[in-house]
């Protein structure tokens, strides 16, 4: 991939909130920096994710970008940024879902278990009912209604990465107050 010519005043429009420089940045880099996420994803749908998602991360600190002396190179390093994060918060999801569906397993086993169980579906409620309204709304929708990022953000006309950080950030809450009032090891 060869830079794109005058990057210096593209990145300086793009700091002034020109859009359409910005298309002309996203337009150029989006096919290598998709194949470059596709090599550690293997799925079509993810990178699509990740890629947006370094895009709008990018245009949402687009004031620091006259500072950028190599685009390619600062793509590649939000990328490989945002690349390690998802696998993070994936690996931690994994494991809060597995220690969850274990202790409801177990705990399934006994009648004290029975109440336990119970218990934590009360604590796991109480949280959500903490949740500001909008995102609880997207928590809901992820988790109980089982809609995906696409159909949540089409349903309530936001942006999909809004919908992720939303149902991200309701999870962790969760995860915290379940912590915090349930005496589970997360």
Not at 1 to 29: C, G, H, V
Not at 93 to 121: F, H, Q, W
Not at 123 to 130: E, G, H, L
């Amino acid at each position: 991939m060869s830079d794109l010519p005058n990057e210096r005043s593209l990145l300086r429009q793009i700091a002034q909130n020109d859009r359409n420089a910005f298309k002309l940045l996203y337009t150029y880099y989006l096919d290598d920096v998709f194949r470059y996420v596709y090599l550690f994803t293997n799925s079509n749908d993810i990178s699509e994710e990740i890629v947006q998602e370094v895009f709008v991360k990018i245009w949402e600190s687009r004031e620091k970008l006259p500072e950028v002396n190599s685009v390619r190179y600062y793509l590649y390093r939000c990328t490989k940024n945002l690349l390690i994060d998802v696998f993070r918060r994936n690996q931690r999801t994994r494991e809060v879902y597995k220690n969850l569906k274990s202790a409801t397993n177990e705990s399934k086993e006994t009648s004290d278990g029975k109440l336990i169980s119970k218990e934590y579906e009360r604590i796991t409620q109480s949280a959500i009912c903490y949740l500001p309204t909008k995102r609880k709304q997207i928590v809901e929708m992820y988790t109980f209604g089982q809609y995906s990022f696409d159909e949540i953000a089409s349903h309530l006309c936001i942006s999909k990465s809004v919908v992720k950080k939303q149902v991200y950030a309701g999870m962790n809450f969760i995860r915290g107050y379940i912590k915090k009032y349930g005496e589970l090891d997360l």
